[in-house]
């Protein structure tokens, strides 16, 4: 059985608690796209995890985690990280933390360009997380990257690394910044590399061989389908495909053999950096935007940046349904939305004086949306805790099922607060087998 995990809006919809939920029912947890620009935070007893870059499977000691060959990697963040998993009582060794050698390295380099690239844009920067991560895209399909499988080679990496920095150095040095010495790149990396070395394997025969003795394997989104960069509110994107075909190619497992996706989808929904955002509780909201952002934390996990707040946007979550084809939904943070007096939906757009009930391709069209709300009663009593359906109040039912309806997908899971245990499993029998040890 293999799953994908995808977050539906714009990121940050909690896909770190689903994905822990059910990291220790399956065998293998990758990602497949993205760096460490990821920030899940996940809450187990008195200990908080944020994971940037490794699958949040990692923090089960049965799991083996993987870094797919669509993903872009910093050796430097991968040991902080490591480092750090490791000082908070996980173990972690090769056997189970494996790095695909198709994988592209982000290097020094490329966070010096990913400040200077958002320096020219000026007011219409894309508001990145400044770590590299679209310049190592940038080189990956420009065929300069360097690859980890590249990086073992102290020859090759020397070659790609003159040859790179002489360009890139071009550009940092135009924009005022100091240029960045080949020699020195070269120690750090290959010292970084050869730390690396015992993790890295090719992981396609790995994952045909998994799936030949019928092991469990679940693909983990980072970012979100609205951040896609094929199918997202282009510019403002990252530089990869979170959405479902992107888990096929960026994990080089065939589209056929990936049994069901499965949507994380937030009650209401949030927004980090820069790019069009419908549904944003602007300045005469601001008081509802502060209260949800205080509620439901919506601070960036490593960032600490306050999150843009919005109401649950319908058409741009049933595109993301379509897109990705989920078979099924978790629906998080309903706990959240406990205060409500009353709770808006945006069941459509009104873009210059029309109708429109999908998602638009035109970036400038999003500018223009006028959503058309839909207002529900809000419970105004606590459901944060709560295990059973039943046992929640009718109105909160009312509303998932409202936000089922409009998005034409069943809810199997809804999360009512940051723990483990604070999750309603639905019976849901598309789901069936997901949650089987
Ligand atoms: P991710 O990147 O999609 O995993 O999202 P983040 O980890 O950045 O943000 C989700 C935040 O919401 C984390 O602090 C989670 O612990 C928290 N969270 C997840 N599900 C729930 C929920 O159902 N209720 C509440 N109150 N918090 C939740």
Aim: charge should be negative; include cysteine; aromatic fraction near 8%.
């Amino acid at each position: 059985m293999i799953i994908v995990i995808i977050g539906a809006q714009w990121g940050d919809e909690g896909k770190g608690k689903v994905v822990d939920l059910l990291a220790d029912r399956f065998d293998i947890v990758a990602r497949y796209q993205g760096g460490h620009n990821a920030g899940h935070s996940v809450y187990v007893g008195d200990k908080a995890f944020v994971l940037r870059l490794l699958p949040s499977g990692i923090i089960h000691e049965d799991t083996t985690c993987v870094l797919g060959n669509g993903m872009v990697i910093d050796p430097k963040a991968f040991f902080e990280e490591v480092d750090q998993m490791q000082s908070q009582g996980i173990s972690i060794t090769p056997e189970r933390l494996i790095v695909t050698s198709r994988a592209h390295l982000i290097m020094p380099y490329h966070r010096a360009l990913d400040h200077t690239s958002e320096e020219r844009l000026g007011n219409e920067k894309i508001g990145t997380t400044l770590r590299g991560i679209g310049p190592a895209y940038e080189d990956k399909v420009g065929r300069r990257g360097i690859r980890v499988s590249d990086a073992l080679s102290p020859e090759v990496l020397k070659l790609r690394i003159e040859r790179n920095l002489e360009e890139a150095n071009r550009i940092i040095v135009t924009y005022g910044q100091p240029p960045l010495y080949a020699d020195q790149i070269f120690e750090e990396t290959s010292a970084l590399v050869e730390r690396l070395k015992p993790f890295v394997c090719e992981t396609s025969h790995f994952f045909s061989e998994a799936k030949k003795q019928n092991k469990k394997i679940l693909l983990e989104g980072a970012q979100a389908t609205l951040l896609d960069v094929d199918h997202g509110t282009y510019p403002y994107v990252t530089s990869s495909n979170p959405t479902a075909g992107g888990a096929s190619v960026g994990a080089g497992i065939p589209p056929h053999h990936i049994t069901g996706v499965l949507g994380i989808v937030r009650t209401y929904a949030t927004r980090v950096g820069e790019g069009p955002f419908p549904t944003e509780m602007l300045d005469e909201e601001e008081t509802m935007a502060n209260l949800i952002r205080k509620r439901g934390n919506e601070y960036g996990s490593v960032t600490k940046r306050p999150r843009r707040c919005g109401w649950f946007d319908a058409v741009a979550t049933r595109y993301a349904a379509e897109l990705n084809g989920f078979n099924s939904v978790a629906l998080t943070k309903l706990d959240v939305l406990d205060a409500l007096d009353e709770i808006k939906v945006c069941i459509g757009y009104e873009i210059n004086g029309e109708r429109v009930d999908t998602f638009p391709a035109v970036s400038q069209d999003l500018r223009l949306i006028k959503p058309i709300y839909e207002t529900l009663e809000g419970w105004k009593s606590e459901t944060l805790g709560v295990t059973d359906i039943e046992k929640l109040p009718k109105k909160a039912r009312e509303y998932v099922e409202f936000l089922s309806n409009s998005i034409g997908v069943e809810i199997g899971l809804i999360s009512t607060g940051p723990e483990r245990d604070q999750t309603i499993i639905v019976q849901n029998s598309v789901m069936e087998g997901w949650f089987d040890k």
